[in-house]
Structures are given as structure tokens and as C-alpha cells.
């Protein structure tokens, strides 16, 4: 992963440092800008995940090429998948030509060479997005099959595309409050469901190692459950027949995580009402309606699971929190209960 070994954030001016700054963070390559006239800028913000890395990128148009020669002198056997936020972008390699945008992404290899040209979108927006790069060791493809991904539009907007870039944004943004051995987890969880996507789009899900692919299940299990979590007629008979599995294994995949699908999915709901009780917008609404809203139709029931949880009564909770805004002009959590 070059030689930075810790979180990095750079803006930088220029194409000569934006090249620096890449060839340690990422790979080496020949920029070139394709505006000479309008300065450049570029941000690049590094987080390791153990053997992976994830970078947030954002940079103005340009031209990036990796050559044989480079790759002779420097290879580090890395895939990059990369997700476009906004921007638009065109990549040459193995033969195959892909010009993605918004909601897609590609996926390179460092030890071919390619033609990288970002720009602009039409709405003049400018390239932005995120990008998961990690040892090619790590998949269980044979190279000639992966080598009919590369440069190939994907999409991020459904499927297990979309569950991968959902998990990349949220790392992203949770990361200053991970642990060095938390985001080697996070590492092996995002590089799982790389694998995952790309076994989707070559159609060989049979050649993902059954303990990535339970990961990737219970993965796409929880998106789901938060996605209909204030559906209170939500089961775990509904939840397993739309992921095409037992209600038996739905649960021995929930007890290998040391939690049961009940108790996961009450935890949850009963964050959820925590949250919307604290918040100053939410604050007309009754506390029984926020909690019909998450799945408790009986107040009763609701205010003893949340004094169990919490020490204190909901409307309790709610006050203080409110008395916390009003003394100190921020949200907070209220004194005496848990998190």
C-alpha cells in the first residue's frame, strides 16, 4: 500500500504533487493535467484497513496512465475498486473500454497497464469517489476470469454493488472512532464484499469461500432488516424467504454472531426510538407514536423494555435530553442512561 501507514488527509495544488502523493498512497503513475490552463486541485484522504486501504479521492480533470515500464519498476499486486461519486470518468485496460459516472463503479489491476481520463460531468461536477484496493492474492478467481471485469461499468446502486459502496461510505465516515484492530475487521468485511460483487457479475458465487460468503449474507440480512425495521409485521419467516434461505439457518447465522434475530432486531428499533426521542423536531409527537413507528404497538410494553435498557422512562429520557439542549445549545445524550 506504498509507504503510509497511517490515516492521511492532503489537499494538494498541482499535478506534480497530486502524482507524489498517489504513487505512495496507491499506485505510481504518469498524470498529466488536460486543463493547462486552469489550476489543479486535488484531496486525497487515506484510511488503512489492515491489508486493504480505502481512499477517498477528489481531483480536477486529468490524464493517468500506468505503463509497462512503471509497472516493471513497481507492482504491488493490487486491485482497486473504484466508486465514482460525482464526475465522470473513461478507463483503458485488459482490451476494455468504460466511462462511468455517478452511482457506478470499475475495477482496475496494477499489473496491467491502463488509461484513467476524469472529468467533468455534463453538469460540470467535478470527479469525486472512493476507492477499496487490496492484494489480488485475496480473491479466489482465476486471473483469467477476473481479467474480463476489468474496466467493465458496474453498478453501486443495487445489488451487492450497493450494499459494497454503502459499507465503504459508512467506514469512511466512522473511521476516527475505529480502533487499528477494528478497521483490520473492517478490512476483511469490505475485501468480502468486493468478492461478493464480483463473484455476482461472473456468475461463480460457488467460488467464494463459504466464510466470506456467510459474511456477505448477514451483511445484506441487517441492511434489510434496517431498510423494513419499521415494518412491525417484519418476521424472520419473511426475513429468510427474501434472502432464499431457511428460518433455521437464518438463525444459526445470528447465533454464529452471538445474537439472536429477535433480540438484534429489538436492539435496533429500540435505538431508533432512543434517537427520534432526543431530537428537537420530533418533539411534538407523542412517545407512543414513535414507538408504534418502530415496531412496539403497546406504550406499555415500550416503556418497560426502554426502563430496562435505559434506567429511566421514556418521557424521562426525552426531558432531559431536552434539558440538555436548552443548557448547553447542543444535543446530547441524557444524563443517567446508556448508550
Not at 415494518?231 to 444459526?252: K, P
Not at 447465522?253 to 438484534?264: K, M, T, Y
Request: aromatic fraction near 6%; glycine fraction near 6%.
Amino acid at each position: 500500500m506504498g509507504t503510509m501507514g497511517d490515516c492521511v488527509d492532503v489537499s494538494v495544488d498541482g499535478v506534480g504533487q497530486w502524482a507524489e502523493i498517489t504513487a505512495l498512497a496507491l499506485v505510481t503513475t504518469r498524470i498529466k493535467a488536460v486543463e493547462p490552463g486552469r489550476p489543479f486541485t486535488a484531496r486525497l484522504r487515506a484510511m488503512p484497513l489492515g491489508v486493504a486501504q480505502l481512499s477517498e479521492l477528489s481531483y480536477g480533470a486529468l490524464l493517468s496512465q500506468r505503463t509497462p515500464r512503471l509497472i516493471r519498476q513497481s507492482d504491488p499486486e493490487l486491485l482497486q475498486v473504484v466508486i465514482t461519486a460525482s464526475g465522470r470518468q473513461r478507463i483503458d485496460q485488459a482490451r476494455n473500454t468504460a466511462v462511468v459516472g455517478s452511482g457506478q463503479m470499475v475495477l482496475y489491476d496494477s499489473s496491467r497497464p491502463f488509461d484513467a481520463h476524469a472529468g467533468n460531468s455534463p453538469a460540470g461536477t467535478t470527479p469525486r469517489g472512493a476507492m477499496l484496493q487490496f492484494p489480488k492474492a485475496m480473491l479466489p478467481f482465476p486471473a483469467p476470469r477476473l481479467n474480463s471485469l476489468l474496466a467493465v461499468p458496474l453498478s453501486a446502486r443495487r445489488g451487492p454493488g450497493r450494499l459494497l459502496a454503502q459499507f465503504l461510505t459508512t467506514a469512511a465516515t466512522e473511521y476516527p472512532a475505529c480502533t487499528p484492530a477494528d478497521a483490520a475487521r473492517l478490512g476483511t468485511t469490505a475485501v468480502d464484499l468486493a468478492t461478493a460483487v464480483l463473484a455476482h457479475h461472473l456468475d461463480r458465487e460457488r467460488d467464494v469461500p463459504a466464510d466470506s460468503r456467510k459474511r456477505a449474507l448477514y451483511l445484506r440480512i441487517t441492511a434489510f432488516i434496517q431498510i423494513h425495521l419499521a415494518d412491525d409485521a417484519l418476521t424472520a419467516g419473511r426475513i429468510a424467504a427474501a434472502h432464499h434461505i431457511s428460518v433455521r439457518s437464518l438463525h444459526r447465522l445470528f447465533q454464529e454472531h452471538g445474537v439472536s434475530v429477535r433480540s438484534w432486531m429489538r436492539d435496533q428499533r429500540m435505538e431508533r426510538c432512543r434517537r427520534d426521542l432526543a431530537d428537537p423536531l420530533q418533539h411534538h409527537l407523542p412517545v407512543s407514536a414513535i414507538a408504534a413507528r418502530w415496531g412496539f404497538p403497546r406504550p406499555a410494553d415500550f416503556t418497560r423494555a426502554f426502563r430496562a435498557r435505559h434506567g429511566i422512562t421514556p418521557s424521562t429520557y426525552r426531558d432531559q435530553a431536552h434539558r440538555c439542549r436548552t443548557v448547553t445549545g447542543t444535543q446530547h445524550q441524557a444524563p443517567g442512561t446508556q448508550s
